[in-house]
């Protein structure tokens, strides 16, 4: 059934592997800094960074914001995990960003950002990242440093091979992990694998003016691991490439069981081809649930919708989508050249890095040169799509990017190193070590149709002695490099929050000249929002309290709010009234149980109250805002259930007056 490739008892091998792979330290762990490190990464107070570098948090779920060179931390940007922070994920807008077919789902594990682009370079509009654990796709505006859209993929599992973008982001591709029983019986037995279980490849067809999600359609491919992806470009354009593991479509024990074969896969999937399939009406629509949650900047306000079905396109049917590349030994990264004419595969367990030629490979499937099938998919013949080897690059290659000279860079997780080699000629020409175990790295645009070069960023999973100890949890960490020059030169070691798992950079204009500073006032269409303080206002409905609420340097209003009864559940909807750059107020009133609120010029959030005991509650801004900041402060008053106390409210001249007290 699978002719082309060997069953090789490698138990021992694996297993040696295996062992070797959980990391290792380079003999030395000092290296040797040149003197003008220092000096290259030296950005000096009041001047600004030359790149920006979106990390993601891994498991932490978020994404953070850092200056190349300088490693300096500009801001964590909440996705998928709740934030206390600026109130993300707690606030009454935001809250419905984190719904999922699932219930309220405030945490995942972020993986790959990826910069949106226009004709295969970073064009500064969105970053997308991928929720792995609960299979979703956030997309960041850039404008705002904000997560604008969260969508559920359906029939996925662990949502690795995820997200990628093509050339001009007409889709963003999120591929699975975990193959899964898919279809209207999904309650199967897991030994019946190979029966019952498939990928499922969705490609997220992207709004161009808005930026809006949706699923165009979805590969049903063979039962395997999809790990990771990328998009073909120039050349390859139309095309994207995963990297496949698990080809033993093994359910247990997959770190012995899932080595045994020589060699896993390569998925090239024409997706031109699959848009042609969909026009024809060939797709076949399958009931999913899952949600869609989208941000509204104009209601400042997210809404959650359910989507109740997806385009589904059978590649066992529709048999030229897609085609296997054999691949040594469990691939992780693939990744493309900037020129789309080579696709590099790293194999984790493999001696060298095979480098396939996109022409090559259109020429094999032409002409058919295939090695039998996979699961319904033709195999294409190994050395029919080579272009050649990279000879002992080092130990566990993971992931590759490009500079903007010809050459590659690729993270060698076990030998803990980043190994330069050229494209054209496959030759090694430079190696330096990663202090320690580096899983992906970063060149500045090194998935780009021109990369700018310049830098790579090791992007490092074990830190040991690097920094002053922090008990059992040491701090996670990068590594700057500078690879202007032949040979790569370690810059600078700088922590990152949670595990900085891949990222991206990009020169600073492309995201400066989309750079929102406030947003107006007028356009808030906020149903609570207050625009001026005459708008301000409390209103009961029931056991409802409604806080109209202003902020403006130096003063809330109302700042004296009387008439809550316990068990009122009161919604305090706060409008910044700022219009000035850099000038939040904050929110915060004794025994909130949620969240303080954090709240942009000219935006309206809301946080919810439900106060447990009588007396006078304390209010203010939690933000310092100016000289005045801690004058901005108020009292909300809250009387027994059955008390006759009236509703009342105001600031300064308006603020209740009749205070005679009421028992
Ligand atoms: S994978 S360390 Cu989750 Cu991006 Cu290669
Ligand atoms: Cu507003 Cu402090």
């Keep these: 059934m699978k002719p082309f490739i060997k069953h090789s008892k490698l138990m021992l ?31 000096a107070p009041g001047k600004l960074d030359e790149v920006y570098l979106f990390a993601s948090g891994g498991f932490s779920g978020q994404v953070a914001a850092y200056g190349i060179p300088s ?12 934030n206390p922070e600026n109130g993300w994920g707690y606030t009454e807008e935001t809250k419905a960003m984190l719904n999922t077919s699932h219930g309220f789902i405030p945490w995942d594990d972020a993986h790959h950002p990826q910069l949106s682009k226009t004709d295969g370079m970073d064009d500064g509009r969105w970053l997308f990242i991928n929720g792995n654990n609960t299979p979703r796709i956030a997309r960041i505006n ?72 949706n699923i165009a359609f979805q590969l049903l491919v063979p039962g395997v691991d999809y790990d990771l992806a990328r998009s073909g470009k120039g050349a390859s354009h139309g095309w994207m490439f995963f990297s496949c593991y698990n080809s033993e479509q093994a359910h247990t024990l997959l770190e012995v069981n899932a080595s045994q074969r020589d060699k896993d896969f390569i998925m090239a999937v024409n997706w031109k081809k699959a848009e042609e399939y969909v026009k024809q009406g060939k797709g076949k629509k399958m009931p999913a649930t899952y949600y869609h949650n989208k941000y509204d900047e104009k209601t400042h306000s997210a809404k959650s919708t359910v989507e109740k079905e997806v385009l589904t396109l059978d590649t066992r049917e529709l048999k030229d ?43 094999a499937i032409a002409k058919k040169t295939f090695d039998g099938e996979f699961d319904n998919v033709s195999v294409v013949k190994y050395e029919a799509a080579l272009a050649g080897e990279v000879q002992k690059p ?11 000279k010809g050459y590659a860079y690729t993270s060698m997780f076990v030998s803990s190193e980043i190994v330069k080699w050229k494209v054209d000629t496959r030759e090694v020409v430079d190696r330096v070590p990663t202090y320690y175990s580096i899983g992906h790295l970063c060149v500045v645009g090194g998935d780009n149709k021109k990369p700018y070069g310049k830098y790579v960023i090791a992007l490092n999973k074990i830190t040991k002695d690097r ?70 206002k409390v209103v009961r409905n029931g056991k409802r309290v409604d806080v109209w609420m202003t902020a403006i340097r130096s003063h809330l209003a109302p700042d004296n709010i009387e008439g809550i009864k316990q068990g009122d559940e009161v919604y305090f909807h706060v409008t910044n009234l700022e219009q000035d750059w850099d000038v939040p107020h904050g929110f915060a009133i004794k025994g909130a149980e949620n969240t303080e609120l954090l709240i942009m010029p000219g935006e309206t959030q809301t946080i919810k109250w439900t106060p447990k005991s009588t007396g006078v509650f304390p209010f203010y801004c939690t933000d310092f805002c100016s000289a005045l900041h801690q004058e901005m402060q108020g009292y909300a008053r809250v009387s027994p259930a059955n008390s006759t106390v009236a509703l009342k409210y105001g600031v300064g001249d308006t603020a209740p007056k009749d205070q005679v007290a009421q028992k």
Excluded: W
């Design 321 to 363: 989508i897609v085609y296997f590349i054999p691949c040594p030994k469990s691939p992780h990264g693939a990744d493309v050249s900037p020129d789309g004419e080579n696709i590099v595969a790293s194999g984790k367990l493999a001696a060298v890095i095979p480098v396939f030629s996109f022409k090559k490979l259109t020429d």
């Design 71 to 82: 490693g300096r931390l500009l801001k964590v940007i909440p996705v998928f995990s709740q």
């Design 467 to 536: 920094y002053l100890p922090t008990g059992p949890e040491l701090t996670q960490s990068a590594q700057l490099f500078d690879i202007s020059g032949e040979k790569m030169n370690l810059l600078l070691d700088f922590p990152t929050i949670g595990e900085p798992h891949y990222a991206q950079a990009c020169p600073a204009d492309v995201i400066m000249k989309n750079q929102k500073k406030i947003f107006e006032l007028s356009k808030n269409e906020h149903p609570y929002a207050a625009k001026n303080e005459q708008e301000t």
């Design 142 to 213: 850039l404008a705002t440093f904000k997560t604008e859209e969260i969508l559920e993929v359906p029939n996925s599992g662990g949502n690795h091979s995820s997200p990628y973008c093509t050339e001009n982001t007409e889709y963003v591709v999120a591929g699975t992990r975990f193959s899964v029983p898919i279809g209207n019986n999904t309650d199967v037995p897991i030994t019946s694998y190979k029966e019952n279980f498939r990928g499922a490849l969705s490609f997220i067809n992207v709004d161009q003016k808005e930026g809006n999600m």
């Design 13 to 43: 091998a694996v297993a040696v592997a295996a062992a070797a792979f959980t990391g290792c330290k380079p003999k030395k762990a000092e290296t040797v800094i040149s003197g003008d490190a220092a000096q290259k990464v030296y950005v």
């Design 394 to 404: 080092g130990l566990g290659p993971l992931h590759t990017e490009f500079d903007d």
